[in-house]
């Protein structure tokens, strides 16, 4: 059997602030994860912004998982993180302190 | 995405059969709105149908009814022959602007074609305008109690590639004859030569995410 694969992009043209989140994935028939944030449009990014990887049982309550992404301040600048053991529903929080903003594409490919 | 439609009650729903269904989720906000399109040409005019095992719910960030936060969900087919191109599209209307509705809808007319440059236009066709009901529509589906206990229901919708019309609905024991309703309507355009689209979607009436489930499509036709 070749294994299910999926990528969604959980973050189409978006633009983050601090405290913006991806709208609730669920991925609980899968094994592993790749997320992989890209930015679009710099806006006034700066070193320092972040993306944490969250997991929720119910797509409504939040864990931090661990993982966190830079979010690069340069036009298609590419962060990656490996996930497993996941459990249900992702999402990232976009952590972009000093009021920046940035134009965001993010994937979610996944594997069983 | 695929859903086992675990609640954070119950745990674990399931679909119809198994494990998983197919689901799709609105932002949340009213007239948010999600739509998943399965992308085909027909191998030959002919008479065809979509069934289906359907469900939706709200997002349970709140333990009540609910019963209005789901405004709709439908099925659009997009289908060119060598002469036109129409998007028969059909929805249940379960609530609109909080106060229910409980009836299917059929659309004749939408709005222009928008030129998006390099010869490509696109229509927003999705979108409240110009609904109108189908005579003898009115259905009240089982909603059971809370956002968290899901029950299923059959769903089929036919259609007619040689005659570019409706053939019949059915979702559940209502039976609706749509031979005599029109689509939307269009000259063929270029480079969609046997075009056959599948679009489901669905539709929030509520701050909450709406979330249609399929257990399994079935299209058959005399292919």
Redesign the interface.
């Known amino acids: 059997m070749l294994a299910e694969s999926?990528t969604?992009v959980i973050a189409r043209g978006e633009d983050w602030v601090d405290g913006s989140t991806t709208?609730?994935?669920?991925?609980?028939?899968a094994r592993e994860a790749i997320i992989v944030v890209r930015t679009l449009e710099v806006g006034t990014l700066k070193a320092g912004a972040k993306a944490h990887v969250q997991v929720s049982?119910?797509?409504?309550?939040w864990i931090d998982e661990g993982t966190s992404l830079e979010i690069r301040d340069q036009v298609d600048g590419l962060s990656m993180a490996r996930l497993s053991h996941f459990g249900?529903y992702l999402r990232l929080r976009a952590e972009m302190p000093d009021a920046m903003t940035g134009f965001m594409l993010a994937t979610l490919s996944l594997k069983a | 995405m695929l859903s086992n439609l675990t609640q954070w009650d119950g745990g674990t729903h399931g679909g119809l059969t198994g494990s998983y269904a197919l689901k799709l989720a609105s932002r949340p906000g009213r007239g948010a709105q999600t739509v998943s399109l399965k992308r085909m040409t027909f191998p030959r005019a002919c008479t065809m149908q979509l069934e289906c095992f359907f469900t939706y719910k709200p997002e349970a960030t709140q333990l009540e009814l609910s019963d209005s936060d789901v405004r709709s969900w439908g099925v659009v087919f997009d289908i060119q022959n060598s002469e036109h191109r129409v998007l028969p599209q059909i929805r249940y209307l379960n609530s609109l602007n909080g106060e229910l509705q409980n009836k299917w809808q059929y659309k004749e007319n939408s709005i222009d074609f928008r030129d998006v440059g390099d010869r490509t236009v696109t229509i927003y066709h999705y979108g409240e305008e110009n609904w109108k009901d189908i005579p003898g529509g009115h259905q009240l589906i089982c909603y059971n109690e809370i956002p968290t206990k899901v029950n299923w229901h059959y769903f089929r919708l036919g259609f007619d590639i040689r005659t570019l019309r409706y053939t019949e609905l059915q979702c559940n024991d209502l039976v609706l004859d749509l031979s005599g309703l029109g689509t939307l309507k269009f000259d063929a355009m270029p480079n969609l030569q046997n075009l056959f689209n599948v679009i489901p979607f669905v539709d929030s009436d509520s701050d909450k995410r709406a979330f249609l489930y399929f257990d399994s499509i079935l299209l058959s036709g005399d292919w």
């Open positions: 999926y969604a709208e609730p994935y669920e991925a609980s028939w049982l119910d797509g409504m309550r249900h």
